[in-house]
């Protein structure tokens, strides 16, 4: 009996020995500190296009120095900089925002900055109050910390990243009219209707599953084209980057009746 108790006493001196060492190899997450961001002016600014190549903002932000128990963090900081209008308490579907990995500053020309807030598709030569803030987080967005938000008024210029044209079309295996030819004539329920200067929209149309299509300027003219900026049939299915003479674009894996917008103020199109 006393040998069996010798046993089972240093059983239970070994578990807890190696239960506090378990707990001695552990690291535990212990917060971090909201990144204070700065910025040049917080002046009222107009953008003027015979400016573009001038430099503009430039933001600066601080660690939000993470800390674990062992003291030690040797995981990156991802910083995201969101941009959106007074009010929306950032969460527009449109929201502006770009993606930095150990930056703590950026800084924008006239034109970078015009590109950028275009993504909220605001009416242009027309002031209206911008809010930015910047996002701090671990890997695979943990612990995300938020800035303190600046405001600042600011007019954009109208610009586009490629010549608008007069008409657009979409033609494809796509669509109910599959491809077209050469000098074919016109199918008016695949062109777009134009609703701003650099804007074009199809209000609804029935859209096969996962197959290719163009915009064309002129129908059954092969010598212009918007396509996919990179590989064929590689882009996001429910919109991306287009530009002249691109690749074949590939539909949403969904057949439906889809809108669809084409913007070329922002160089993007979007199915919904």
């Known amino acids: 009996m006393k040998y069996l108790s010798k046993i089972i006493y240093l059983l239970i001196i070994s578990t807890v020995l190696l239960s506090c060492e378990s707990d001695i190899d552990k690291v535990f997450f212990e917060g971090g ?14 953008l003027i296009k015979a400016e573009a ?22 995981q990156d900081v991802a910083y995201t900089f969101e941009i959106d209008t007074v009010g929306s308490d950032f969460s527009n579907p449109k929201l502006s925002s770009l993606s930095f990995s150990g930056d703590l500053f950026t800084e924008f020309t006239v034109k970078d900055l015009n590109n950028t807030l275009a993504a909220l598709e605001l009416e242009d030569n027309v002031p209206h109050n911008f809010e930015f803030r910047i996002k701090a987080a671990l890997a695979n967005d943990n612990a995300p910390l938020y800035s303190n938000t600046i405001s600042i008024k600011i007019t954009t210029y109208l610009d586009v990243v490629y010549p608008v044209p007069d008409k657009l079309f979409i033609t494809g295996a796509a669509t109910p009219a599959s491809w077209m030819g050469g000098g074919d004539a016109e199918v008016p ?24 299509f163009l915009f064309v300027p002129v129908y059954g003219d092969w010598s212009n084209k918007y396509g996919f ?44």
Do not use: C, H, M
């Open 229 to 272: 900026t990179g590989d064929k049939e590689q882009n996001n299915p429910d919109g991306d980057s287009f530009e002249p003479g691109g690749e074949d674009f590939i539909s949403p894996a969904t057949a439906g009746v889809y809108k669809i917008t084409v913007n070329f103020k922002t160089g993007k199109y979007a199915f919904e």
């Open 33 to 46: 500190t909201a990144p204070a961001l700065t910025v040049s002016t917080t002046s009222d600014l107009v």
């Open 53 to 74: 190549d001038f430099r503009s903002l430039q933001f600066q932000w601080t660690n939000p120095q993470y800390s674990f128990s062992n003291g030690v963090n040797t």
């Open 189 to 212: 329920s695949q062109e777009f209707a134009k609703i701003n200067a650099y804007t074009f929209e199809l209000s609804s149309l029935d859209i096969n599953a996962s197959s290719p």
